[in-house]
């Protein structure tokens, strides 16, 4: 079962400071509490890096204005659009985060005012996979090694 807990609401000095910094890459992590809650909020880089080596975070991604180098199709640079790659899920966490996963990258782009938003992901990746059957990620593009996807925020359900 998926819980949106106190934490996973972005805090307002975290919106303005990316604001203020001109879009900079924030990175985003993902708890799972004892009482099996999954939450998130935005973490350090090197908490980030720390995702697969032990840390108790269980999965992260990176959020940006900046578009992807290597996808024109889904470079709409607006400021209604944030870009999403970086997923990086811990190998200690069952396959259930990519639900969380699903709903967690959306709500962070809402809470963030876009109205769109792009991801990318290693194409051999497990959830690269899982979004390819999903209504609400609609496949934007490829590459030989990532594969894109764009999302309706605004009407996300």
Same mark, same amino acid.
């Given at each position: 079962? &998926?819980?949106?807990?106190? !934490?996973?609401?972005?805090?307002?000095?975290?919106?303005?400071?990316?604001?203020? !910094?001109?879009?900079?890459?924030?990175?985003? +992590?993902?708890?799972?509490?004892?009482?099996?809650?999954?939450?998130?909020?935005?973490?350090?880089?090197?908490?980030?890096?720390?995702?697969?080596? +032990?840390?108790?975070?269980? =999965?992260?991604?990176?959020?940006?204005?900046?578009?992807?180098?290597? #996808?024109?199709?889904?470079?709409? !640079?607006?400021?209604?659009?944030?870009?999403?790659?970086?997923?990086?899920?811990?190998?200690?966490?069952?396959?259930?985060?990519?639900?969380? &996963? $699903?709903?967690?990258?959306?709500?962070? #782009?809402?809470?963030?005012?876009?109205?769109?938003?792009?991801?990318?992901?290693?194409?051999?990746? +497990?959830?690269? $996979?899982?979004?390819?059957?999903?209504? =609400?990620?609609?496949?934007?593009?490829?590459?030989?090694? $990532?594969?894109?996807?764009?999302?309706?925020? =605004?009407?996300?359900?």
């Amino acid at each position: 079962m &998926l819980y949106v807990g106190k !934490n996973s609401i972005m805090k307002v000095k975290d919106i303005f400071k990316a604001k203020k !910094n001109g879009g900079t890459s924030e990175y985003v +992590g993902v708890f799972v509490g004892k009482d099996g809650a999954f939450t998130f909020d935005v973490i350090s880089e090197k908490r980030y890096k720390g995702i697969l080596t +032990g840390s108790k975070i269980v =999965a992260g991604f990176v959020v940006s204005q900046k578009p992807f180098d290597d #996808c024109e199709a889904v470079n709409d !640079n607006n400021a209604d659009r944030l870009y999403v790659e970086g997923v990086v899920i811990s190998p200690r966490i069952s396959d259930v985060i990519y639900d969380v &996963l $699903h709903d967690f990258i959306v709500i962070n #782009c809402m809470e963030r005012g876009a109205k769109w938003l792009s991801l990318k992901l290693d194409k051999n990746s +497990g959830f690269a $996979h899982y979004l390819a059957s999903e209504d =609400a990620y609609k496949l934007a593009g490829t590459t030989v090694e $990532h594969i894109y996807f764009d999302v309706d925020v =605004a009407n996300f359900d």
